[in-house]
């Protein structure tokens, strides 16, 4: 499964854009990327999945590039309740789902 | 919510005694997966249930074991407590279905588990 990279933390303030990159070099023909949002003292939640270009929900938008090596996660006009740890995930998910998390992205959210 | 329910929600074992977390899936979900996280790191993958067999398992020794049951439950086993098996154990179930597996999962808010 390919590992991905992405920073640390984040600090931003309500209401401004907020996109989060991922770098993920060794990414498969057949590998989807995936985006999940959590809370503390909770489950991760699904936000968001593409293969290529763009793809966009009530929640967020996912921007890959062509050679699908890096993602960008968007997600507009933060507020103080989108304080949480992002994971960008990738992987083809054949056979079982296993889903490789890394340590996330801790974004704060501040007023 | 994601109607994956987990219990206990908190419990406290000394090493070496046993323990059996449980999960009941999002109603119609078929595949039961198992996740380990410990303090500031991301969730990892002890196994998968699909169809009450094991067809999937990360890097976990076999005193992790599982079951899963005609309803789609689940529960999670592990004999032999170590200190390091303190962590937040987080269960998530799927569909798998005509169009195969997607990457989503729905996890439920997780058992914390502190051996002492």
């Known amino acids: 499964l390919a590992k991905t990279t992405q920073p640390i933390s984040m600090d931003s303030y309500e209401g401004q854009e907020v996109n989060i990159t991922c770098s993920h070099n060794n990414i498969a023909t057949n590998d989807y990327i995936t985006w999940y949002q959590q809370f503390p003292s909770q489950g991760p939640r699904f936000i968001i999945q593409g293969y290529k270009t763009k793809v966009t929900n009530e929640v967020a938008s996912l921007f890959i590039p062509a050679d699908r090596k890096s993602s960008t996660l968007s997600l507009p006009r933060v507020s103080l309740s989108d304080t949480a740890v992002y994971y960008c995930?990738?992987?083809?998910?054949?056979?079982?789902?296993?889903?490789?998390f890394g340590t996330g992205t801790r974004l704060l959210v501040s007023p | 919510e994601t109607g994956v329910t987990q219990s206990p929600t908190h419990l406290i074992k000394t090493r070496g005694q046993q323990v059996t977390l449980r999960c009941s899936s999002q109603s119609g979900h078929n595949t039961v997966s198992w996740y380990q996280q410990a303090l500031g790191q991301g969730p990892q993958f002890i196994f998968q249930y699909y169809r009450e067999e094991e067809n999937g398992r990360g890097n976990f020794p076999p005193r992790f074991s599982g079951l899963q049951f005609p309803n789609y439950s689940s529960e999670l086993n592990v004999n032999a407590l170590e200190l390091d098996d303190s962590a937040l154990y987080l269960c998530a179930s799927s569909l798998e279905g005509l169009r195969g597996l997607t990457g989503e999962l729905f996890f439920g808010e997780g058992s914390r588990l502190t051996v002492l």
């Open positions: 995930l990738v992987g083809d998910y054949t056979g079982f789902q296993k889903l490789v």
